[in-house]
């Protein structure tokens, strides 16, 4: 069964703390995604990477960076968070770029 | 410039009927199109997809439709199950835009018993 795990379900930081959020990916996939969800806007793309090391922006990369130092791995970090990264962040993993995407199950961060 | 986008926030109907929802996009190099499925408190999860060169695909309940020239496509889900309750993405990517999915805003869809 392929799966891609997040490692918090919900989460609580204060402003202008660094956050760090993991997935992991079981499925061999070369490419990974974040989003964040907000209601009535959708799923928005912050990063992506189609290769260990290697990354691209999304829509919304604007205080987030990531890291992807192992194929199975892709790191979401906020250097300093505010209360406008409040949201659900969803990690995806794909065999193409174009194709089926697999989701974890979201994490819900609160900034306060 | 929103290039996907899902008019109606949210669907109701009865159990048994169909449910139609919509989908229309700008970018004409959009080659290829996904609807996802999202509960919530679970992540989205794939439910069909359909390639530009063609303009129906068909899984079970699920039916997808493509309308190149309107830009346009349609999720059919005969017959409704109050179990299809949730909130449905539309995706659509091109090959000239590094590949990935670009999202819909979402539909709400209710089947009431």
């Known amino acids: 069964d392929v799966k891609v795990t997040q490692s918090s379900r919900y989460l609580v930081k204060r402003t202008g703390e660094k956050v760090f959020l993991e997935c992991v990916q079981d499925m061999d996939h070369e490419n990974m995604f974040w989003y964040r969800q907000d209601p009535g806007l959708g799923l928005r793309l912050i990063y992506f990477s189609y290769d260990v090391k290697m990354k691209e922006k999304g829509d919304i990369p604007e205080g987030y960076s990531v890291s992807r130092e192992k194929k199975e791995r892709f790191s979401l970090i906020l250097e300093s968070a505010s209360t406008n990264q409040t949201s659900m962040y969803l990690c995806a993993s794909s065999l193409s770029l174009a194709g089926e995407q697999f989701f974890g199950p979201g994490t819900r961060l609160t900034v306060l | 410039d929103q290039q996907v986008k899902q008019n109606s926030p949210s669907l109701s109907v009865q159990e048994g009927r169909i449910s139609i929802l919509n989908c229309d996009y700008t970018n004409s190099m959009f080659d290829y199109f996904l609807w996802y499925k999202k509960y919530p408190a679970e992540g989205p999860t794939f439910l069909i997809s359909?390639?530009?060169?063609?303009d129906k695909n068909e899984d079970g309940r699920f039916t997808v439709f493509l309308n190149k020239s309107a830009k346009h496509l349609s999720l059919h889900i005969v017959p409704s199950q109050p179990g299809d309750s949730a909130v449905y993405f539309c995706?659509?990517?091109?090959?000239?835009?590094?590949?990935?999915?670009?999202f819909g805003d979402g539909t709400t869809l209710t089947v009431k018993p």
């Open positions: 995706a659509a990517s091109a090959n000239t835009n590094a590949g990935k999915s670009t």
């Open positions: 359909i390639s530009s060169i063609k």
